[in-house]
């Protein structure tokens, strides 16, 4: 199995959930805390989250519940930043 197949079959075991894919949501000016509230909440908080902001900082999923998440920065969001993400699961989860 050549490295791209193993790839494909690990992603393969994964699946986004209900409560989220958004590509824009806003965080607000000067903060390096913030926390994402779901519009449908997960069943527990023993799911995967991948965070993208929209300005050049470190950044780090400090905690998870089923209704939300809450992400710290390494530095402050301008007027107009924003994250995308998207929640996921293993199959056996």
């Known amino acids: 199995?050549?490295?791209n197949d193993r790839s494909i079959a690990i992603a393969g075991k994964r699946f986004a959930t209900p409560a989220g894919v958004q590509v824009a949501y806003p965080i607000g000016t000067s903060v390096t805390?913030?926390?994402v509230t779901f519009a449908r909440a997960e069943i527990d908080g023993s799911y995967g989250v991948?965070?993208?902001p929209s300005w050049l900082?470190?950044?780090k999923v400090s905690s998870k519940a089923a209704s939300?998440?809450?992400i710290a920065f390494g530095s402050v969001s301008g007027t107009a930043d924003t994250v995308a993400f998207v929640?996921?699961?293993d199959e056996t989860a």
Request: hydrophobic share 45%; glycine share 6%; no cysteine.
């Open 68 to 70: 939300q998440f809450v």
């Open 1 to 3: 199995m050549s490295g």
């Open 57 to 59: 900082t470190t950044h």
């Open 87 to 89: 929640t996921f699961r």
């Open 33 to 35: 805390v913030a926390t």
């Open 50 to 52: 991948l965070v993208e």
